[in-house]
């Protein structure tokens, strides 16, 4: 079964950091890109990063440049994001995603809280 | 970060058929493929349609979705009660080298 699950998502006060893993089953990982997106409660999705299949293209939306850093492990199926000097504003449901250009395969989420 | 342009809510009463519109630039849906999503409130998304108007394996040939110019559509028709969720397009955008998601959908059915 394709599978995607993340994991390390909690509470922590604001400037702290968190690593989030994604971890991969079912399908080939070294061939595809991957994606993180958040949800903070009541509102949409918003994209957060990308990496291509071998990390030689990484982005990142803009208010988390600087902070949050997108990586992979292709010999562990794994996705991760550091997630440093947290605020508020980044609490949300973080959700891993397959493929910039597919999109078919998404995680549960893993809910991060950003607060004193 | 801008985003693409959805309305808040759309409606329709079962067996209708309802669009919902997804409005960009040149930069993001004008030369870029979109996405669509179905979205059950605290569940994780599911992709409707990729590359602008295909449909993954399971999803019903009720939803289609469309591109013109700088705007993209999706369809549902035959509407029925479980389609009450919420729809969101998405799109990359080439001045921003970053996804764009629009703001949401809330589908209503009557």
Redesign the interface.
Known sequence: EVQLVESGGGLVKPGGSLRLSCAASGFTFSSHSM?W?RQAPGK????VS?ISSISNHI?????VKGRFTISRDNAKNSLYLQMNSLRAEDTAVY?C?RD?????V????TTVTVSS | ?S?LTQPPSASGTPGQRVTISCSGSSSNIGSN?V?W?Q?LPG?????LI??NNQR?SGVPDRFSGSKSGTSASLAISGLRSEDELDY?C?A?DDS?????????TKLTVL
């Open positions: 994606n997106v949409g999705l918003e994209w990308s982005y990142y939306e803009d208010s959700y995603a910039l250009n597919l999109w078919d998404w995680g549960q989420g | 970060q985003v493929y996405y999503f979205q569940t994780a998304p599911k992709l990729y590359r993954p969101y998405a990359w921003l080298s970053g996804v764009l998601f629009g703001g949401g």
